[in-house]
């Protein structure tokens, strides 16, 4: 009997990995031959470089950067394929969870530290960058990163523009000449799991500019800041970014990775399932069992879990789904191959004490999982 184990991370409480690890046990409690396979995946968001580490056995690489309002803090990137290919975060350094809720203010904050990661992470000699972007505190369409990585963002005074998205209805002119030419051996995938465009009613200031801390006023400056940014952009560089599908990913990031590093915005899920060599797991699998900390309608729509499903499915392999709380819409991924979803806690549990035990609920419901799945066999 062979179980895939490739749960998404269990958001706020427990890593992909630690979760495939603790169904892993709950399996062999259940069936103590059971060959288990630890697959941990993601979708570009949260836990997308511990995912691929683990699942590649890779290295992870720390690096102090400055974070979204100019503090210092310290980030990380993964190394795989033994240092061809790196996994980057954009939240690890430009991330909602580094600025407190008192300080959000998208229109300072900057994807600087952002840049700084990508420029170490090409300075180890990598030929290949996978970026996950969800998360982000920013609104500056990578304006901070391009700053970092030796673009000049100029004002109609020839003046470098201060960080932050609000700064770039001021831009003028974008000088490229001080790039290490290195970047143009480096190909850049970025997962995202958005369709939004730049700018307008869809874009990314109007759309994920409140979760940020924008009032009304700042989204309209943001937006039209973000429309001068993509004016310039294609007048100097040559590329057209304010209508691309996902161009508003974290914060108009999206566009910002095409622009200065003509990177290819890929779906999130697929991107990061495919380099964590699930498909090459699921030879021979009975069953997989995966999972997250909120299983809703989002899940079924772009998420790890949505894609192990869908998969396992075209495998003919029956997939249970271990869900940390159900929300709206659950029943949803139950049209991608999910056969059932099983809530971690078998009775009333506050968040808190679901987090302080997550480990342990996790390995109790795969246990349960075994048994329901032996009684439909």
């Known amino acids: 009997m062979k179980v895939v184990a490739a749960p998404n991370p269990f958001k706020g409480s427990l890593g992909a990995p630690a979760a495939a690890r603790a169904i892993a046990r709950g399996v062999r409690r259940a069936w103590p031959e059971a060959e288990v396979a630890e697959v941990p995946v993601a979708d570009g968001g949260e836990g997308t470089v511990e995912a691929l580490v683990a699942a590649g056995h890779g290295e992870i690489v720390r690096v102090g950067v400055e974070g979204p309002l100019g503090d210092a803090v310290d980030a990380e990137f993964g190394l795989l394929e033994g240092g061809r290919t790196a996994v980057v975060e954009l939240a690890s350094s430009s991330g909602l969870p580094l600025v407190?809720?008192?300080?959000?203010?998208?229109?300072?904050?900057?994807?600087?530290?952002?840049?700084?990661?990508?420029?170490?992470?090409?300075?180890?000699?990598?030929?290949?960058?996978?970026?996950?972007?969800?998360?982000?505190?920013?609104?500056d369409a990578g304006a901070g990163m391009a700053q970092a990585l030796g673009y000049r963002l100029l004002d109609a005074e020839g003046k470098e523009l201060p960080r932050g998205g609000a700064a770039l209805a001021a831009l003028d002119h974008i000088d490229a000449s001080g790039v290490d030419a290195g970047w143009r051996e480096v190909s850049v995938d970025v997962a995202v799991d958005v369709t939004n465009p730049l700018t307008g009613p869809e874009g990314?200031?109007?759309?994920?500019?409140?979760?940020?801390?924008?009032?009304?006023?700042?989204?309209?400056?943001?937006?039209?800041?973000?429309?001068?940014?993509?004016?310039?952009?294609?007048?100097?560089?040559?590329?057209?970014?304010?209508?691309?599908?996902?161009?508003?990913?974290?914060?108009?990031?999206?566009?910002?990775?095409?622009?200065?590093?003509?990177?290819r915005l890929v779906r999130g899920a697929p991107l990061v399932v495919d380099a964590t060599g699930f498909d090459e797991a699921l030879g021979g699998?009975?069953?997989?069992?995966?999972?997250?900390?909120?299983?809703?309608?989002?899940?079924a729509y772009g998420k790890g879990p949505a894609e192990v499903a869908a998969r396992s499915r075209r495998a003919g392999v029956p997939v249970v789904l271990l869900a940390g709380a159900l929300g709206?819409?659950?029943?949803?991924?139950?049209?991608?191959?999910?056969?059932?979803?099983?809530?971690?806690?078998?009775?009333?549990?506050?968040?808190?004490?679901?987090?302080?035990?997550?480990?342990?609920?996790?390995?109790?419901?795969?246990?349960?999982?075994c048994h329901l799945m032996a009684t439909l066999r």
Request: net charge negative.
């Open 285 to 299: 699998a009975a069953v997989v069992m995966s999972g997250e900390g909120r299983v809703d309608a989002q899940t």
């Open 204 to 263: 990314a200031s109007a759309v994920y500019g409140p979760q940020k801390g924008a009032t009304p006023e700042a989204i309209a400056e943001l937006d039209a800041a973000l429309t001068r940014f993509a004016q310039v952009v294609e007048r100097d560089l040559g590329r057209a970014v304010a209508d691309i599908p996902g161009a508003g990913a974290a914060g108009g990031a999206g566009a910002g990775l095409v622009a200065f590093l003509d990177a």
């Open 100 to 139: 407190p809720s008192g300080r959000l203010d998208p229109r300072l904050a900057s994807t600087y530290g952002f840049g700084q990661v990508l420029e170490a992470a090409r300075s180890r000699g990598v030929s290949k960058i996978i970026a996950g972007v969800g998360g982000s505190a920013t609104n």
């Open 328 to 369: 709206e819409g659950w029943e949803a991924v139950l049209e991608c191959g999910v056969v059932a979803v099983l809530p971690l806690a078998e009775g009333p549990s506050s968040a808190d004490e679901m987090r302080r035990d997550a480990e342990g609920l996790v390995e109790r419901a795969a246990e349960r999982a």
